[in-house]
């Protein structure tokens, strides 16, 4: 439920220093910079009636905005050629990249300075390019020329006599068959046309060499006729000789040129490789470009006027005075903050403990609290860590998952959303192992298969397999646990804005109504306490559901409306069975892999297959049951849980900072900044932000 | 033994409860596998058309892949219940009579009936989750609960069905 407090922030300084404040902004990482394009506008006008030349500064303002686009496209799309480099230097530095690989450590200075070198590393790239595109030029070359060799060779044994036949009467053509079949289907074929032309064999037919050569004899005139007949058959010319060359003197020059091309190509990838070298500054030019991406939109999102600029835009209020100092002590500016009262705009940051604030992951893939809400992570997050273990109940595919989670944590240092679901998932298998020892379950039932049903794992609660209606009513308990925590959200929800009534009149009578009949069904004096509580919770509901109106009819009607509503609550309860179903799921497979395994009993080929199947079959086990309990464990949060209290609608703040992807900026400002501890907003002063907001526009 | 003996013995002998109920069990694991790999192969096809463009995504929609195919497990896992309910993974089976097999045969029909469409039917909600996640790869968690929400109806056949095997045998 922590909100952090965000302030607006405004900054005037001189135009001449601009490029430097935001170069400082984006360093400290603590100011989401916003466009105003009204007040823009209207201080171009201004302008420009000083000025007394309107028509003209509105047409640069505009062609002002189109060279910064033009810009923006021409940084990306060259940090775009360069991020396509690198797997290609990767390639040629033969460096092993591994599956999460570390990110090379460089100072603030080495990331701002790279820009100077912009233009040769980029001409260098484009070099490198050129070279690769050479490069499948040469091979294609090299293939076509061994082909042309191969085709060679086979005539080199010719008569020389016969390769250059000059005659005024008789025409030769040298050429070759698929097979000798063929080359007897065109003799008999030339025969049986009683043609004037002759096939001749050039090779006796043995089994090392088949009589495939052939020599075409005919007068000038019947060649063309004859030749186009013995094609049709499979008849492939000898490759024509260039002048007086014989088929040895071609296969040489063939041979020289591959040579020569080999040459090239070789120095052409060495060139090539010394280029690939510079694969990390181009990893960090590209970064570099992208920053300077965003730092250009930042500046174009600032309002310009002749010698001064003025920075709208927001920061965590924690964060403002430092901020203030930084900048005041360096650069000639006024800033200044004020409360975020346009709350339709203002962005947000929700900031949880630690061990929590993984689960922001998940809130923020629904979407952001909006100015009137709690925010859903801290409960979310230990609703989702519970139902999780519980689907995925078992201690060994618990240990496994969190000992992996963790090895990916602290021996690969994964980041970003990596990093938040490695703790995440880490917590969930730490709790996947107490509901696996709730439920007796350790790799399935490996124990129990393993000493042939000696020894059994213990379980605290029961089997869910051998007892599937007390897990049915666990999974049911479970979720109206679960529904109850979502509305008791909802009460503080609306109690905290000021809303009493509503907070009494809807949400607490369903916790009544689901606490009354849960109640109800334990038996003994419990169950009248439960039907007390179930009758008032109906009550509130049929009389004051609808607060709006005295008629007593419509009231009646609006209420029985909702206690209708205790269909959905219904069909939501019967939805939390798919832990039953996910919790069998995990536990069948796993018995069907020990099944499989030790199948062919304590023999050597016994010992191979289980020690095949055991690895293989629960790592597949795990993969599909963490993926199955991920799934249904967000859909568990998003629909039936979140649809109680919370609709989102906020907008996640996203500050001026170094974000780059390649690299690790080892001083920047900001990562001091994110160890400082924000300050809360209460619910309830939000939400006075947004009244007045509502009450001003 | 004459033919019309031969016939009965014949029908006593294979139309059983056993039979019926093994039929049953192994008509769910072949039915609710071919739907899951109708479905995955489908998205799998969408896939390769995404990866062409760019073969990062792999793990992203490789994700997606894999959820039509779990219905394909559900079936499995019908069977495999119904193989120990039945005892044959114990060595000792029980005896079912004629109307225990096609009470069994009963309980495993929305597991073959549901967990076949609803793996062709969540192929379709992934399929458009990969162009989603092709076009916006930050929305791979929406695409994947858009298409879990699919599942939700697998899940509820495979408790039916497990269920009613459970009250059966």
């Known amino acids: ?697 | 033994m004459n033919f019309g003996e031969f016939l009965t013995q014949l029908f006593s002998n294979l139309f059983n409860g056993n039979v019926i109920a093994l039929l049953a069990g192994t008509l769910t694991a072949t039915i609710t596998g071919i739907g899951s790999a109708k479905g995955v192969s489908n998205v799998g096809t969408a896939m390769a058309g995404v990866l062409t463009e760019d073969p990062s995504k792999y793990g992203k929609l490789l994700l997606l892949q894999a959820l039509p195919g779990t219905q394909g497990i559900y079936g499995l896992m019908t069977w495999f219940i119904l193989m120990v309910r039945m005892g044959y993974l114990g060595g000792n089976p029980v005896t079912l009579t004629m109307v225990q097999g096609f009470l069994v045969l009963a309980a495993c029909l929305p597991m073959i009936v549901v967990g076949y469409k609803s793996a062709l039917l969540q192929a379709r909600v992934a399929t458009s989750g990969v162009m989603l996640v092709g076009k916006r790869p930050e929305s791979q968690a929406q695409a994947v609960v858009m298409a879990a929400m699919v599942e939700t109806y697998a899940i509820f056949a495979l408790l039916t069905s497990m269920m009613t095997i459970f009250f059966i045998i």
Request: hydrophobic share 45%; proline share 4%; charged share 20%.
């Open chain 1, 1 to 697: 439920m922590s909100v952090v407090t965000m302030e607006r922030f405004r900054l005037v300084g001189l135009l001449s220093e601009r490029r430097e404040i935001i170069d400082r902004l984006a360093a400290l990482g603590a100011v989401e910079v916003r466009a105003d394009a009204e007040l823009q506008a209207e201080l171009s006008r201004e302008l420009a009636e000083r000025i007394g030349n309107g028509a003209a500064n509105s047409v640069d303002a505009e062609e002002r905005a189109a060279s910064v686009r033009r810009e923006l496209d021409a940084l990306n799309r060259e940090a775009d050629q360069l991020e396509e480099l690198l797997p290609v230097c990767q390639r040629l530095n033969e460096t092993k990249k591994g599956l999460f690989p570390r990110r090379p450590k460089v100072n603030l200075a080495a990331f701002e300075s790279v820009l100077d070198r912009r233009d040769d590393l980029l001409s260098q790239a484009q070099h490198l390019r050129d070279l690769l595109r050479d490069q499948e030029q040469l091979e294609r070359e090299i293939v076509a020329l061994h082909l042309e060799q191969q085709q060679n060779a086979i005539w080199v044994d010719l008569n020389p006599e016969l390769q250059h036949y000059q005659s005024e009467r008789l025409r030769i053509v040298t050429g070759s068959f698929a097979n000798p079949k063929t080359f007897v289907a065109a003799r008999t074929m030339l025969d049986e046309h009683e043609s004037a032309a002759h096939l001749l064999p050039l090779d006796y037919d043995t089994a090392e060499r088949p009589a495939t050569r052939a020599a075409l004899v005919a007068t000038p005139e019947d060649m063309t006729v004859a030749l186009q007949a013995v094609r049709q058959i499979g008849f492939v010319r000898s490759p024509e000789l260039p002048g007086r060359f014989t088929y040895a003197d071609e296969l040489t020059a063939l041979r020289e040129r591959e040579n020569r091309l080999a040459t090239a190509l070789e120095e052409i990838k060495k060139e090539s490789k010394l280029i690939a070298l510079m694969e990390r500054a181009f990893a960090l030019l590209a970064d570099a470009l992208r920053h300077e991406a965003e730092r250009l939109a930042a500046e174009a999102d600032t309002l310009t006027g002749e010698r001064a600029f003025m920075l709208r835009g927001y920061v965590p209020a924690h964060l403002y005075e430092r901020i203030k100092d930084e900048l005041t002590a360096e650069f000639t500016v006024a800033v200044e903050n004020a409360p975020a009262d346009d709350a339709e705009d203002a962005p947000t940051w929700i900031y949880n403990r630690p061990l929590l604030q993984p689960y922001a992951e998940v809130t923020r893939m629904f979407s952001m609290p909006h100015a009137a809400e709690v925010d859903p992570t801290p409960a979310m997050g230990v609703c989702y860590a519970l139902i999780f273990g519980m689907m995925y109940s078992d201690v060994g595919y618990g240990a496994l998952l969190a000992l992996g989670c963790a090895l990916l944590l602290y021996r690969f240092k994964v980041r970003g959303t990596l990093r938040a679901m490695c703790q995440m998932f880490m917590q969930c298998g730490i709790v996947s192992m107490f509901f696996g020892l709730c439920f007796g379950g350790f790799f399935g039932n490996f124990i129990s298969v393993l000493s042939g049903e000696t020894v059994h794992f213990p379980t605290l609660l029961f089997d869910p397999l051998g007892e599937p209606i007390s897990m049915v009513i666990f999974s049911v308990a479970a979720g109206m646990l679960h529904i109850v925590v979502g509305l008791a959200l909802k009460v503080y929800n609306l109690w905290s804005i000021g809303d009493i009534a509503g907070a009494i009149c809807d949400p607490l009578a369903w916790i009544f109504i689901l606490a009354g009949g849960a109640l109800y069904l334990l038996g003994g004096w419990v169950s009248t306490a439960g039907l007390v509580l179930l009758a008032t919770g109906a009550l509130i509901l049929l009389l004051f559901s609808n607060r709006d109106t005295y008629n007593p009819i419509k009231r009646l009607m609006s209420g029985l409306g909702a206690l209708y509503g205790a269909i959905n609550y219904f069909s939501d309860l019967i939805s939390y069975t798919r832990i039953l179903a996910l919790t069998l799921s995990t536990s069948v497979i796993a018995m069907v892999v020990n099944i499989l395994g030790t199948m062919m009993g304590l023999t050597i080929p016994g010992v191979i297959v289980f020690l095949v199947v055991m690895p293989f079959g629960h790592l597949l086990n795990v993969a599909l049951s963490v993926l199955s309990a991920y799934v249904h464990t967000a859909r568990l949060q998003y629909v039936e849980f979140f649809g109680k209290f919370f609709t989102g609608g906020g907008r996640a703040w996203m500050p001026l900072a170094l974000r780059p992807r390649h690299v690790d900026i080892e001083d920047a400002p900001q990562n001091e900044l994110k160890e400082l501890k924000p300050v809360v907003e209460p619910l309830r002063t939000r939400y006075a932000r947004f009244t007045k907001y509502i009450e001003n526009n």
